[in-house]
């Protein structure tokens, strides 16, 4: 790495970190993902040169691929067992909205087919922004996007409290760190899985590795435990950080335009799953606020929150809300893999 090179990097990583700090003092959702993104992306408008080397950046995808993984356990798997009809649906529910809300996109907003999977897609933040640097697409357009749509879906979350009147006291409890040396272990196999994915030619292959992995080790209950916040918060910055990367030279009329673009996306998603989530309520009896969240396209730990916020079943909301994650980390790398290579 030459002098120029560290410098950008380092400035980046500054201005990454005082995003985040910012986002997360205002509150906003994802604030260590989309603070850094905002904030490199004004940086970069601005004509500040910024990037972040290969080496970190593949570093940090498998880091995310670990902590996604890590959120399925034994006790996921007996939910899916309980509620066979609704965790079908949700298979269903996310292939409806992907491409109902895809076809949106290219229709009235003309984006590339990767570019509109991608910004369409229900899933969580750091995955599919993850795949999205990784593609040949629009990935300013995908980051706006989904951010809109992460943002959208939080800031609805007091509407419905006031509406519902369910406000709950209850705790989240924080899942416990891996041991150090069981963390440094499943990185290392990550990253060699990941290496495999690259010469499979697998899109995301080194998030990939880290998912698959993860996944082996705690749906077994061999490992327990999470990405300890040391390492997951500056993956995030460095993750948010990449994509402001990408927005250097952008116009304001392509922020615009990706910004109307999310709105309608996020309102087409949610509109369908709040209708999914109702008949799944009318046929198997699980109460209505419960399916609604289970549902909703929103990031795993917003709505987590809110079903904790509104006395709902955190068992039941999570373990959708996992499922999702996991389907949606073989299906977009399907989907997208003929297609990005395409382009």
Known sequence: MSFLEMREFLLTALIGALGALLASLIGLPAPYLIGPAVGVTVAGIAGLRLSVPRIFRNASFVVVGVSMGSTVTPDIVVAVRKWPF?????????????????????????????????????????????LAAEMRCDLRTVSISQSVRVLALTISVPLIVTVFDLGGSSVIIPIPPMDFWVLMAMLTASAVLGMLFQRLRFPAALLLGGVFVSIAMHVTGTVSGGIPNWLLVPTYVLLGSVIGTRFCGVSIGE???????GLVVTFVVTALAGAIAVMVSYVTGVPLDAA????????????????????????????????????????MPLVLGKQARQN
């Open 255 to 261: 922020l615009r335009l990706a910004f109307v673009s």
């Open 292 to 331: 609604l969240i289970a549902f909703s396209p929103g990031g795993l730990e917003t709505m987590a929150a809110m079903a904790v916020m509104l006395n709902a079943d955190p068992t039941y909301v999570g373990a959708h809300h996992v499922l999702r994650l996991m389907f949606l980390s073989v299906l």
């Open 86 to 130: 609704s965790f079908f649906m949700v298979l269903v529910a996310i292939v409806i909205l992907l491409f109902v809300a895809a076809w949106v996109l290219r229709r009235f907003f003309h984006y590339d087919r990767t570019t509109a999977l991608l910004a369409a897609s229900p899933g969580h933040l750091s995955y599919v922004l993850s």
